[in-house]
């Protein structure tokens, strides 16, 4: 049985999180962590990722540090109006943090969840993505794009 190292334990966190409240006001989106499978599937998509990470000193003279990652969020709408929805809806059910779970795997699939804490959100920054090409040469996935990029912590110390 493995464990989830604390970026993958975010990056599951968050999907989880998304699809528990999606499910509730939103049909046919799937969310997805891994970027090439977007292009496999239909759209709406959303697409959660790991970016860079700052390890910033916790104290003077020590080793310890506090973790900031950053989170990729990429929508992929049928639409421009779905675009904006779903941009706005996933910064209103984020921007309060979430429950941070710490996984156990077996034969690649979760075993168990455990609470271990919250993920706070620090920052999200909203931009649409535009490519300078008409949007009817492009592929359906990359018409109606946009990405949240969260800054999150679980304020934890890591020895």
């Not at 709406?44 to 020590?62: F, K, Q, Y």
Request: aromatic content about 8%; some cysteine.
């Amino acid at each position: 049985m493995g464990q989830y190292r604390i970026s993958r334990n975010i990056e599951a966190s968050i999907i989880e999180y998304i699809k528990s409240e999606l499910s509730g006001s939103w049909s046919g989106i799937n969310v997805e962590k891994t970027f090439a499978r977007v292009y496999d599937i239909d759209t709406p998509i959303i697409c959660v990722r790991v970016g860079n990470t700052t390890h910033d000193d916790a104290e003077i003279g020590d080793n310890a540090t506090i973790r900031t990652i950053q989170v990729l969020i990429d929508i992929f709408a049928e639409n421009d109006g779905q675009r904006l929805d779903l941009k706005d809806y996933l910064v209103s059910i984020l921007k309060g943090g979430l429950v941070y779970y710490s996984y156990e795997i077996e034969n690649g699939t979760i075993k168990t969840k455990t609470s271990a804490g919250r993920i706070r959100v620090l920052n999200i920054d909203d931009t649409p993505v535009e490519f300078d090409v008409e949007k009817s040469r492009l592929d359906v996935h990359d018409r109606y794009r946009h990405l949240l990029t969260l800054q999150v912590g679980t304020g934890q110390i890591e020895a």
